[in-house]
């Protein structure tokens, strides 16, 4: 019944995160002598994910759940998969062809689960089915299907019948609805203040269409309703969890909390109260409990007081059993696929040929095309004798994986001519280049997106600040936003209708390149 995290990396000295990564010996202890049945895996490249994932196989009892957070694609987390733009983009293609994007929803479960399965993670946790109305939601944002429980369910529906062409699990996430939150759950509780009519009209249609599609597991949500619990957020409520999920909805797979070191729990509750809580609520699965073999103590002393019963345990287990047989191949008669039984050498050729097909990027690249937005009357001409600047703002630049040297948003405007300048959040302002003497006709290209644990849904105060400057200076030439759609709303009413701007939801390579190349007058 506990899922910790591990690092996706194969030795000690290159864990990232030592806080929640326990090295080789601990984690063996953990998966050999305490009976942790699963992990969720981050970091490192998808060959060595398939790696790892052999590794942890083989040193449990037991076969494992293997999990990661893949709802943009295996590449969003493993380098050399396949990065989809996040959910959101697909929203953006509804607006116009609903069924073209449930085509691509379905494409993109398939081959997440696909590329998920070659690899060895067995648990996909996607699709988020949170309705995202909320532009100031700093967690949920461009990871939902949409604002309107409608395209999210049609979209999230999409996802799962494609990924269930696949032996992986799947998870509609967070229950019961995280789209209306403006604090981020990583940092701290959000309230959501909405009745239960409201709860029944937005939040909770996704999880009904999800579980009638057969999605294997629902994740908590670390918020609070007061409607539905004054006294516990929804991962350690009873009446969230058992009441609504399992007897109101008639929810009879997995339910997973969300990440018990999340601030919104772990800095109220206790490392060993908030497991008990959980599994008293209702919970098959303790997701990265902040202390496990503490945890494991908590809930069997729980148990031996009476105060959970142990039949609740066994139903959990047996749930388990049953979605590890489901994707287990040690627990089948016969393993998946023929090349499982191959060679080591042979094997990785085979994985090699299951990640990132010209499909797969091809589908990428159509989801990205169709869910731009374009206001470019002429294309950017490049530098003629003109002091250009590239200016691309950011919100950690020594934690951005989509930028270095080679990245398509330093490269392509280098090649017209423009000089590159770097800001984030660490970059002092008045260092920063706002030298009204000097005169830089200039590129901005802004990423923001909501991420997790920065507690904000963009780096809107330093990208205001230099769009305000560079308008007001009549320097700006050009303006590009890679993330948020609602960034691109705050800022359209302030931008002169003569200044081309792009914008796409996706923030990878192939994002930027398609972007770029449109508004250079380019072809991709």
């Not at 016969?334 to 050729?349: G, Q, Y």
Request: hydrophobic share 45%; aromatic share 6%.
């Amino acid at each position: 019944m506990v899922v910790v995290r591990a690092s996706g990396y194969l030795f000690d000295h290159q864990i990232q995160y030592p806080q929640w990564e326990p090295d080789a010996a601990r984690l063996r202890h953990w998966l050999q002598e305490l009976g942790v049945g699963g992990v969720i895996l981050l970091g490192g490249s998808a060959a060595e994910i398939a790696l790892r994932t052999q590794q942890l196989q083989g040193w449990a009892k037991i076969p494992l759940l293997v999990a990661a957070d893949v709802e943009e694609g295996v590449g969003q987390r493993f380098s050399g998969a396949t990065w989809f733009p996040p959910a959101m983009a697909l929203a953006a293609v509804a607006e116009k062809n609903l069924p073209l994007a449930k085509q691509y929803a379905i494409q993109m479960g398939t081959i997440t689960a696909q590329e998920a399965q070659a690899i060895g993670l067995n648990w996909v946790l996607a699709p988020v089915v949170d309705v995202n109305n909320n532009p100031d939601n700093p967690v949920i944002n461009v990871r939902a299907f949409g604002g309107t429980p409608e395209i999210v369910s049609d979209l999230a529906i999409a996802f799962l019948q494609g990924a269930q062409r696949h032996p992986v699990l799947t998870t509609a996430k967070h229950f019961p609805g995280h789209g209306d939150t403006a604090t981020d759950s990583h940092l701290d509780l959000p309230v959501l203040n909405h009745s239960l009519e409201r709860l029944y009209q937005i939040e909770l249609p996704p999880f009904q269409r999800a579980i009638a599609a057969g999605v294997d597991a629902v994740m908590s949500a670390h918020l609070q309703i007061p409607a539905l619990d004054p006294d516990y957020p929804a991962t350690l409520s009873h009446r969230v969890l058992t009441k609504e999920l399992r007897q109101t909805l008639g929810f009879d797979g997995l339910i997973v909390t969300d990440a018990l070191v999340m601030g919104a729990i772990a800095n109220r509750y206790g490392a060993n109260q908030a497991p008990v809580l959980a599994v008293e609520a209702g919970a098959d699965i303790l997701l990265m409990p902040i202390d496990p073999e503490g945890a494991i103590a908590a809930v069997c002393a729980a148990v031996e007081e009476g105060r959970i019963p142990a039949e609740q345990i066994r139903a959990s287990v047996e749930r388990i059993w049953k979605a590890k047989q489901k994707v287990c191949f040690s627990l089948q008669e016969e393993p998946a696929h023929a090349w499982e039984m191959l060679s080591p050498a042979v094997e990785a050729c085979a994985i090699t040929t299951s990640l990132a097909q010209p499909e797969a990027i091809a589908t990428v690249a159509d989801i990205l095309r169709e869910s731009m937005q374009v206001h470019c009357p002429t294309p950017l001409p490049a530098a003629d004798g003109e002091n250009l600047r590239n200016l691309i703002v950011v919100d950690d630049s020594l934690a951005c994986d989509f930028l270095n040297r080679h990245a398509p948003a330093i490269a392509i405007p280098h090649q017209f001519g423009y000089q590159l300048q770097m800001v984030d959040s660490h970059t002092p302002t008045r260092l920063a280049g706002m030298d009204e003497t000097e005169r830089h006709p200039t590129l901005l290209q802004l990423f923001i997106r909501g991420n997790p644990f920065r507690g904000s849904a963009g780096l809107t105060q330093t990208a205001q600040t230099w769009l305000h400057f560079l308008l007001e200076s009549e320097q700006l030439r050009a303006l590009v936003i890679y993330g948020s759609p609602y960034v691109l709303e705050k800022f359209l009413p302030g931008l002169p209708a003569d200044i081309p701007y792009l914008f796409t939801c996706g923030q990878m390579p192939e994002a930027q390149a398609i972007a770029l190349n449109a508004l250079f007058g380019k072809h991709s």
